[in-house]
């Protein structure tokens, strides 16, 4: 059984950090693209980052450049996604999802291509 559990959310002021965790089980994860997206209350779900489980490359939404940092632990069988200067147009419920991409090209920052889905981590950015 394939879970995502997501860790790492809460309340911070604008300008502040957080690093949200993913950790992966219930089978290997060669050949998948790692994703975060966030929701905001009313909002669809957005893509913020991904992350190549293989080899490590990464993307980036145009709201995330330059503030968001996406990386991986193989090791640790984790996702990261550290977050600076926050603002409180960050605030969502942030999702980690994985995409299975071995049989060819998928889209990497379209939601409904992801195969598994985290529970969610809520991030608020209030002063």
């Known amino acids: 059984q394939v879970t995502l559990v997501e860790s790492g959310g809460g309340l911070v002021r604008p300008g502040n950090s957080l690093r949200l965790s993913c950790v992966v089980s219930g089978r290997t994860f060669v050949n998948y693209n790692m994703g975060w997206f966030r929701q905001a209350p009313g909002k669809e779900r957005e893509f913020v980052a991904a992350?190549?489980?293989?080899?490590?490359?990464?993307y980036y939404a145009d709201v995330a450049k330059g503030r968001f940092t996406v990386s991986r632990d193989i090791g640790k069988n984790t996702v990261y996604l550290q977050m600076n200067s926050l603002r409180p147009e960050d605030t969502a419920v942030y999702y980690c999802?994985?995409?299975?991409?071995?049989?060819?090209?998928?889209?990497?920052?379209?939601?409904?291509?992801?195969?598994?889905w985290g529970q969610g981590t809520q991030v608020t950015v209030s002063s």
């Open positions: 999802a994985a995409e299975y991409v071995g049989r060819g090209y998928r889209p990497i920052s379209v939601a409904s291509e992801y195969d598994y």
């Open positions: 992350v190549t489980w293989t080899t490590g490359e990464t």
